[in-house]
């Protein structure tokens, strides 16, 4: 959910319960570094990196991040430092910037698999495409038993996750706007290569000290499940037809859950309010994925105990829930935006949008409608556009035929400039900070400008009513556990 909402607190707590606890791993490098560089509160990271096992690399993550902050350069009152920030991604990403993401990954997934033996699962976008191999390592390091994707079609991660498990070169097609229909640019990601720790390339004296890593990579790690979140009954039979290998099953997910929505079939039609139109066409044919002979779970506006025991009777294995957890107080969203929200809802309402533009991947977008935050026209006109993160960023082909990247939420100059449309920036947000910032960790631009949020939840937002009643301010995961399985 989000960036880090969904983090190793909560899904460790869902986890020790016996459900599938899952850590979203959008961003994780930017979140690991300024978690270090603030500190590192509770030794947590520090803790995980002792595990990893190229310590020589742990070692250099955390000299290089570790207490890193420089003075602020904007508000002295706003009492927060800008953090040292880190490379964007791009097709040749440097060495260490691949080594922080698998790190950063590894120690979320061995956090959440702490100290008991429940199921741990980690969530990525296909639309992220590329920090999204050496995230997977990373998970895989730390024996994620699960993974989950959508935002897309992800046809090549089961192979992917097959070489990963076997420390092979993993590739993964990167798409690019204005390439051919045959040009395949793609993603490299060499594990050993990167750790250091192949033979043929080690020195006659580097040898000797890397045996017990070397050694590590002559036993294949054990291969995740694959789990495809998609829209409809038509995209999830393309995927079990065509994947490169083992889907173990299927998250259906209607246009009624958090974050980003699929577009509706045909064209874009918006009601009155400005929200998109969807029809029949877009509600997926539960009797067809069930043929497919998979399990899967439905989302999207699911979270209630009648829900769950009509999703079991359709056939399917479970339900995802997402928006209830994302408030609960094991979830990484910032306490007072967390608090905010839901004395919102115990005193009247909190409405949620389903913006077709705010997202610069151009899917529909649902925001909670919070003041102070992105959602308020006034709060978005004021911010100065700026690309600092760039993990939605779309890589291009220019004139020249070398590879750019561009987002629709970056200074419009610069998007133009890279060949975009102004149609394309309207009304976008740039959902990389807005979403840092709803777990803390606000970037501060070099004007002193500190990112706002913009809260994401899906339409079921108003029922958390029922966790509010008789003056509870705050409810936890095992709460809503409860709930659903009463």
């Known amino acids: 959910m989000g960036v880090a909402i969904s983090g190793w607190q909560l899904a460790r707590a869902v986890s020790r319960r016996g459900q599938l606890g899952v850590v979203s791993g959008t961003c994780m490098n930017a979140v690991f570094a300024q978690r270090l560089q603030n500190g590192d509160a509770g030794g947590h990271l520090r803790r995980a990196m002792e595990h990893f096992p190229v310590p020589s690399i742990a070692e250099d993550i955390l000299r290089k991040h ?111 706007e204005g390439a051919t229909s045959n040009e395949d640019i793609r993603i490299t990601f060499d594990p050993k290569r990167l750790l250091g720790l192949n033979p043929a390339s080690a020195s006659s004296t580097m040898l000797p000290t890397m045996l017990p890593e070397l050694r590590m990579t002559d036993h294949p790690l054990r291969r995740p499940k694959f789990l495809a979140i998609v829209s409809s009954d038509v995209l999830a039979q393309v995927l079990v037809q065509k994947a490169s290998g083992r889907i173990d099953g299927l998250v259906i997910e209607n246009d009624l859950a958090g974050g980003h929505n699929a577009p509706p079939r045909g064209a874009m039609k918006l009601a009155p309010s400005g929200e998109p139109i969807y029809g029949p066409r877009d509600i997926a044919n539960i009797d067809k994925v069930k043929a497919l002979g998979l399990p899967f779970w439905l989302a999207g506006d699911c979270a209630s105990p009648e829900q769950l025991s009509g999703a079991l009777a359709s056939g399917a294995a479970g339900i995802q829930v997402g928006t209830d957890f994302a408030f609960c107080e094991e979830s990484g969203l910032d306490k007072h935006l967390r608090d905010k929200t839901l004395y919102g809802l115990s005193t009247g309402e909190v409405p949620v949008f389903t913006d077709p533009r705010a997202s610069p991947t151009g899917f529909p977008f649902k925001v909670v409608q919070l003041p102070g935050t992105l959602s308020e026209q006034s709060v978005y006109d004021q911010r100065p556009r700026r690309c600092q ?73 108003a029922r958390l009513k029922h966790y509010l009643k008789n003056g509870v301010r705050s409810y936890t995961a095992s709460d809503v556990i409860d709930y659903l399985l009463s």
């Not at 706003?78 to 040749?92: I, N, Q, Y």
């Not at 990247?405 to 947000?429: F, N």
């Open 66 to 176: 570790l207490n890193a902050r420089r003075a602020s350069r904007g508000n002295a009152h706003a009492r927060r430092s800008a953090v040292r920030g880190v490379p964007m991604f791009t097709l040749d990403a440097s060495d260490d910037l691949l080594q922080l993401t698998v790190a950063a990954n590894f120690c979320e997934i061995f956090l959440a698999k702490e100290g008991h033996d429940g199921v741990i699962g980690i969530n990525l976008l296909e639309k992220v495409q590329l920090p999204n191999l050496a995230s997977l390592y990373g998970a895989m390091l730390a024996g994620v038993d699960y993974v989950l994707m959508g935002a897309g079609i992800p046809r090549e991660i089961p192979g992917v996750l097959d070489k990963l498990a076997r420390h092979e070169i993993a590739t993964l097609k990167l798409d690019v």
């Open 389 to 461: 993160l760039g993990f939605l960023r779309r890589a291009y082909k220019k004139k020249n035929g070398r590879i750019g990247y561009r987002c629709p939420g970056e200074p419009i100059t610069s998007y133009l400039r890279k060949g975009g449309t102004m149609e394309d920036t309207i009304g976008r947000k740039c959902l990389c900070n807005a979403l840092m910032a709803n777990v803390g960790l606000a970037q501060e631009q070099s004007s002193g400008y500190i990112e706002k949020p913009l809260l994401t939840a899906g339409d079921s937002l």
